[in-house]
């Protein structure tokens, strides 16, 4: 059963902080993407990675960078957390070639 | 500035009759098409998909029509269960790695 995973269902995180969502996928997939979900606006593409140590921008960059050390996992960074960074964020992970993406269950992200 | 659309945030059907969810791209290098399923507190689920190649294709109660000189790609489900009632998210690739996904279609099912 393939499977994506994320670190946390539920955070709570206060304005400056430096917050880490982790991601994990058991399908030796090459691509790896971050999502966030916001009611109104659906699913918008933070960043993805095609490949370890790879990283390409998506749609809305702006106040996240990314981590991908090891093919299986793929780091979300907030710098400096910000009240408009409350979301759901979401991982997703896919084989080169036209098919379907892999999502993780959520985080929710509320920053105080 | 959103590459796929879908204008309708909403849509309620009664049980057993058609649900058509429709969905609008800009960029025509899209060459791959996606239908996902999202229930609250959940990651979106992979639907059905259709490449630029084909204008239809159907798997069970589910049908993906493509029209690309319209740019435009609707999803049927018939008939609709209501445990269809969910958020329907349409989505594009192409160059086999980026995906852009809509707002999302809320469908209701009632019994």
């Known amino acids: 059963d393939v499977k994506v995973t994320q670190s946390s269902r539920y955070l709570v995180k206060r304005t400056g902080e430096k917050v880490f969502l982790e991601c994990v996928q058991d399908m030796d997939h090459e691509n790896m993407f971050w999502y966030r979900q916001d009611p109104g606006l659906g699913l918008r593409l933070i960043y993805f990675s095609y490949d370890v140590k790879m990283k390409e921008k998506g749609d809305i960059p702006e106040g996240y960078s990314v981590s991908r050390e090891k093919k299986e996992r793929f780091s979300l960074i907030l710098e400096s957390a910000s009240t408009n960074q409350t979301s759901m964020y979401l991982c997703a992970s896919r084989t080169s070639g036209p098919n379907e993406q892999f999502f993780g269950p959520g985080t929710r992200l509320t920053v105080l | 500035d959103q590459q796929v659309k879908q204008n309708s945030p909403s849509l309620s059907v009664q049980e057993g009759r058609i649900s058509i969810l429709n969905c609008d791209y800009t960029?025509?290098?899209?060459?791959?098409f996606l239908w996902y399923k999202k229930y609250p507190a959940e990651g979106p689920t992979f639907l059905i998909s259709i490449s630029s190649i084909k204008d239809k294709n159907e798997d069970g109660r589910f049908t993906v029509f493509l029209n690309k000189s319209a740019k435009h790609l609707s999803l049927h489900i018939v008939p609709s269960q209501p445990g269809d009632s969910a958020v329907y998210f349409c989505a594009a690739s192409w160059r086999n790695n980026d995906m852009r996904f809509g707002a999302g279609t809320r469908l209701t099912v009632k019994p």
């Open positions: 960029n025509s290098m899209f060459d791959y």
